[in-house]
C-alpha cells in the first residue's frame, strides 16, 4: 500500500471505539537459551528434535547455487529476522518488552505464536517430535506466564496421529493452562514402495496430509476434544518448499504464496471432508496467507458444487445422452462418417465412458458436506473459517465486499501483526498500515472494528467464552459475545 498514516499507532487506537487485538503476533526464541531450558524440562530427545527443524535450512544456505541445482532444492530465507532495528528485535525476543510496548503499537491484547516452533509438529522421528513438544509447551508456558493480560501465546499440538494430538492437547490446557492452540497440517507421509525392495523414486515420495479429506487417520476425536476443551483449532502451516516452491536461487518466488497455498489445502479438505458439518460449533483459524485465496476458494467451491454434486452431474452423466437425437443431427448436419459410426454404436460416442469413474463409490464430491442448497456452502465455509491477515495487503478489503462475494457474504478477517519476522520492518508501523484501508475508503470503520476486534473476539470467544476473562479486553470482548449471542437467536 502507499504510504502509511500521518498519525502514530497510539494516537490510532486513541480514537478507536473498540480494543485492538494482534491476532498473529510471533515471538522469537533465543535458540543456545532455549534449547537448554528445553533439555531441562524434556531431556536430550527433546533438544534433538528442537535442532533437527533447522538443520535443512543450514544446510542449504550453505550448498553452493549449483549444488542446489542438481538437487532441486528450494532456496530458503537468509537475514530473516529484524536486526537493523535492535529495539524490535529484542522485543520479539522477550515477552517483557512486548507486553511494555503494547500501548505504543497500538494493541490491546496480542495472541502470540512462535517462530521455530512453527516447524516442530512436521519433525519426523515420533520420540523427538512428541519430546520437543510437549519441552517447547512447558517452556513457552513458562515464559509467558506473568503477562496474560496482554499475550496470550499458543501451543503447538503435532498431528501425526490422533491419539498425539490429543495427548499433547490436553496437557497443554490442562497442565500449562494454555487456551490458544497451533496444530500441525500437512504433514507429510510417506509414499510406499512399488513392492518390496523396489528400487524406484517412490521410496522418497511422500504426500501431504491435509487432514479433512482422504486422511490417514480419523480425526474427528480431535475435532470433538477441541469442542469439549473450548479450543479453535488454528493452522500456520506453509508450503514453502513443495510443488512449484523449488527455486534454488530466489526466495522471494518460494515465499510468496506459501502459507496461502497451505490454508486453501486444510480449509478446502476440512469443507469437503464434511469436517465443518458434522462439528457445525467448530471454528478454525488459518494464519499469515490473507483472505483472497479464501474468497477465491469460497467462489470457487459454490461453482464446483453447482455442477460436481449428485444434480450437477446429471449434465454430464453419458447415461442421459439422447442417442436418437445425436445419430439424428449428425445426419442432418451432413456428416456422414460420423452419422455412420453413430448408427453402428447405437448413437454412443464413447462405449466406457460411462464406468470411467475411478472405482468411486458415490460420485458427488460433495456427499459429506450433505448440502441441499447453495447457500449451505456459505453456512459451512463463511462461518467457521477466520483468515489471519497481514496489515500491508490491501487485498484484506476483499473479506468485507458484499458485492463480490457470493450470497453477499463477509468473510472473516483477522488482523494479524506478524511481528518478529523479516517483513515487519517498524512494529510501530502495522497499526497504520492496517487503518489505511479505512483511510483509502476501502473499509469502513464498522469492518475495521470486525478487522482487528470482533472476527478474533468470534475466533477464540465462540469456542471458549472465558477465553477473553482476566485480559485487557475482558468487558469489551463479553460484550460483544452477548451481542453476537443475541443476533444469533433473533
Not at 449434465?315 to 460420423?338: C, K, S, V
Not at 469413474?357 to 467457521?384: H, N, Q
Request: glycine letters at 8%.
Amino acid at each position: 500500500m502507499s504510504e502509511h498514516s500521518h498519525e502514530s499507532a497510539a494516537q490510532i487506537r486513541s480514537r478507536l471505539s473498540h480494543p485492538v487485538i494482534d491476532a498473529d503476533g510471533h515471538w522469537i526464541e533465543f535458540g543456545p537459551v532455549f534449547a537448554e531450558q528445553m533439555r531441562k524440562v524434556g531431556g536430550d530427545k527433546a533438544v534433538e528434535g528442537f535442532a533437527s527443524i533447522g538443520r535443512a535450512v543450514r544446510e542449504s544456505l550453505a550448498m553452493s547455487v549449483a549444488e542446489r541445482q542438481r538437487r532441486r532444492l528450494a532456496q530458503e530465507a537468509f537475514w530473516g529476522r529484524p536486526e537493523k532495528n535492535t529495539r524490535d528485535r529484542a522485543t520479539g525476543m522477550l515477552p517483557r518488552l512486548l507486553d511494555q510496548r503494547l500501548v505504543e503499537l497500538g494493541l490491546d491484547l496480542a495472541i502470540v505464536y512462535p517462530t521455530a516452533g512453527l516447524r516442530l509438529p512436521r519433525i519426523e522421528d515420533d520420540e523427538r517430535r512428541r519430546a520437543a513438544c510437549r519441552a517447547f509447551n512447558i517452556v513457552t508456558a513458562d515464559y509467558f506466564r506473568d503477562f496474560g493480560d496482554r499475550l496470550r501465546p499458543a501451543a503447538v499440538i503435532p498431528m501425526h496421529t490422533p491419539d498425539e494430538a490429543i495427548a499433547e492437547l490436553e496437557h497443554a490446557t490442562g497442565q500449562l493452562g494454555f487456551n490458544v492452540a497451533m496444530f500441525g497440517s500437512l504433514t507429510p507421509r510417506p509414499v510406499p514402495a512399488n513392492g518390496a525392495g523396489a528400487n524406484d523414486a517412490s521410496r522418497y515420495a511422500v504426500w501431504y496430509d491435509a487432514l479433512g479429506l482422504d486422511r490417514a487417520y480419523d480425526y474427528d476425536p480431535v475435532w470433538a476434544r477441541c469442542q469439549a476443551l473450548g479450543i479453535a483449532p488454528t493452522f500456520h502451516s506453509g508450503a514453502r518448499r513443495q510443488g512449484l516452491r523449488l527455486s534454488p536461487t530466489n526466495f522471494t518466488y518460494n515465499h510468496i504464496g506459501h502459507f496461502a497455498a497451505a490454508g486453501h489445502a486444510v480449509a478446502k479438505a476440512l469443507f469437503l471432508g464434511g469436517v465443518t458439518r458434522r462439528f457445525p460449533g467448530l471454528r478454525f483459524g488459518f494464519l499469515e496467507g490473507g483472505v483472497g485465496w479464501a474468497c477465491m476458494l469460497y467462489a470457487d467451491l459454490i461453482g464446483h458444487w453447482e455442477k460436481r454434486s449428485r444434480k450437477g452431474l446429471e449434465h454430464t452423466d453419458p447415461r442421459n445422452l439422447d442417442r436418437a437425437l445425436l445419430t439424428r443431427l449428425a445426419e442432418e448436419q451432413g456428416y456422414g462418417d460420423i452419422f455412420r459410426l453413430l448408427r453402428e454404436r447405437d448413437g454412443w460416442p464413447d462405449l466406457e465412458s460411462a464406468d470411467l469413474t475411478g472405482g468411486l463409490a458415490e460420485l458427488d464430491d460433495f456427499a459429506a458436506c450433505k448440502i441441499s442448497r447453495r447457500e449451505d456452502v456459505r453456512d459451512l465455509f463463511v462461518t467457521p473459517f477466520y483468515f489471519g491477515c497481514e496489515a500491508d495487503d490491501p487485498i484484506n478489503a476483499w473479506a468485507f465486499n458484499r458485492r463480490t462475494n457470493p450470497y453477499g457474504a463477509r468473510l472473516n478477517a483477522i488482523f494479524g501483526s506478524d511481528i518478529g519476522h523479516f517483513d515487519v520492518q517498524d512494529m510501530a508501523g502495522v497499526l497504520p498500515e492496517a487503518y489505511e484501508l479505512v483511510e483509502h475508503e476501502l473499509i469502513d470503520a464498522a469492518d475495521f472494528r470486525d478487522f482487528t476486534f470482533a472476527n478474533a473476539v468470534r475466533l477464540w470467544g465462540t469456542q471458549n467464552p472465558k477465553f477473553f476473562e482476566g485480559t485487557a479486553v475482558a468487558k469489551a470482548a463479553a460484550a460483544l459475545l452477548a451481542e453476537t449471542k443475541a443476533a444469533a437467536a433473533e
